[in-house]
C-alpha cells in the first residue's frame, strides 16, 4: 500500500537552529514528491515539487532533497515567520490524479 | 485573480441535514478536488475532477456527491450530515489534469456537525 510519513510530529527550534524534517515513503514508481506549507486555519501552500532520486530545490531558507525512499526539508537559520505545518505528498502512477499526503510537521520557531 | 475560493468559511449542521460545499476558481483549470483533513491525519482525497463532466472518486467519496457542470466550479454535497463527517474541507485546483502539476488550495471550509 502506497504509504507517506512524516516525522517529527512536531519540532520545536530557536531562531537561527538550523534542523531537518523528515518524509519517508513508500510507492511503486514515484512520479513526483511535493512539500506543501500550511498555516493555521489557511489551506496548504505549494513549496516545491522534486520528480528525481538525487534533485535538490531551493526557496529562501527551504531546501528540499530527494532519495529513492525519503525526501528532507532542510530549515537553515530558521526565524519565527518559518513557524507553520509544512506537509508532504507524493503522487504515484496507480491513482494517477491523485497526491498522496502525509500528515505533517508542526514546525514552531522561537525567537 | 481570486484564485480558488470556498463558501461558506464556517458551517455546523444537525446529523441529517444535508448541505453543499461551494469551491469556485477562476485560473481555468482543468483539474479540481476536495480533500478532508483531520487532526493527526494527512489530507484525505474525497472526489475529483479532470474536467467538465468529468469525475472519479478518491479515497473517501462515502456519503459525499460532486458534480462539475463548469470548468469554474465544483461543488460538494453532503447528501445526510453525519458527526464523522466533521472536519475541514479543502477544494483545490491545477493547471492540467495532472497531478504533477502545481496544485491551488482554497480557504478551507470547516464543518462541525452535531
Known amino acids: 500500500e502506497d504509504q507517506v510519513t512524516q516525522s517529527p510530529e512536531a519540532l520545536r527550534l530557536q531562531e537561527g537552529e538550523s534542523s531537518s524534517l523528515n518524509c519517508s515513503y513508500t510507492v511503486s514508481g514515484l512520479r513526483g514528491l511535493f512539500w506543501y506549507r500550511q498555516d493555521p486555519g489557511k489551506g496548504p501552500e505549494f513549496l516545491f515539487t522534486l520528480y528525481s532520486a538525487g534533485e535538490e530545490k531551493e526557496k529562501e531558507r527551504l531546501k528540499a532533497t530527494l532519495t529513492k525512499k525519503e525526501s528532507f526539508l532542510h530549515i537553515t537559520a530558521p526565524k519565527p515567520e518559518d513557524s507553520a505545518t509544512y506537509l508532504c505528498a507524493v503522487q504515484a502512477p496507480i491513482g494517477y490524479n491523485k497526491l498522496i499526503f502525509g500528515a505533517g510537521t508542526r514546525l514552531a520557531v522561537h525567537p | 485573480n481570486a484564485g480558488v475560493t470556498q463558501t461558506p468559511e464556517f458551517q455546523v449542521l444537525k446529523t441529517g441535514q444535508s448541505m453543499t460545499l461551494q469551491c469556485a476558481q477562476d485560473?481555468?483549470?482543468?483539474?479540481m478536488s476536495w480533500y478532508r483533513q483531520d487532526p493527526g491525519m494527512g489530507l484525505r482525497l474525497i472526489h475529483y475532477?479532470?474536467?467538465?463532466?468529468?469525475?472519479d472518486q478518491g479515497e473517501v467519496p462515502n456519503g459525499y456527491n460532486v458534480s462539475r457542470s463548469t470548468t469554474e466550479d465544483f461543488p460538494l454535497r453532503l447528501l445526510s450530515a453525519a458527526p464523522s463527517q466533521t472536519s475541514v474541507y479543502f477544494c483545490?485546483?491545477?493547471?492540467?489534469?495532472?497531478?504533477?502539476?502545481?496544485?491551488?488550495f482554497g480557504p478551507g471550509t470547516r464543518l462541525l456537525v452535531l
Open positions: 485560473m481555468n483549470h482543468e483539474y
Open positions: 475532477s479532470v474536467g467538465a463532466g468529468i469525475t
Open positions: 483545490a485546483s491545477s493547471q492540467r489534469a495532472l497531478a504533477q502539476e502545481t496544485q491551488y
